[in-house]
């Protein structure tokens, strides 16, 4: 998550250099977005490998010290991080509607805003809240499913 939250930071920074502040000259918005690009594909297959690596690692440890019981043990195995998935995927929808709610309360309520504006601070909380419910969740497949 670590490298999840400064790589978005990075790439926000990045795509932040395509509009210029005021009183400042024009620059290149498809630089920019270029930028953005590159170091969000990079970061993300970064922790994709991570990840294929970190499950390859646990396979093979279940490999060398289970050798004859391997493929039992291999389905506990599988079934613990499709467990690991599913709750993983629950909690972070929880967070999405929480903070969802909150979003509306204040936008709406508060400050008298139309939902999901940018104005809204808890707009953000509510795409953060979306996207940990569904990134660590969904693992890319050979059917390549979206959420």
Known sequence: MRLAVRANVRVAAA?????PAPGEPERDPDGAAHRAMRIAFRTG???????????????????????????K????????AALIAMFMRVGGGIFTKAADVGAD??????QGIPEDDPRNAATIADN???TSATAPAWRPTSSSRTP
Request: negative net charge; glycine residues 20%.
């Open 15 to 19: 795509a932040r250099d395509a509009a």
């Open 128 to 130: 953060v809240g979306t």
């Open 105 to 110: 309360l204040v936008g709406k309520v508060e």
């Open 73 to 80: 043990v291999l389905e506990g195995f599988g079934l613990g």
């Open 45 to 71: 297959g970064a922790v994709g490998m991570c990840t294929v690596g970190l499950g390859l690692l646990g396979v093979a440890c279940v490999v060398l010290v289970y050798a004859a019981d391997a493929p």
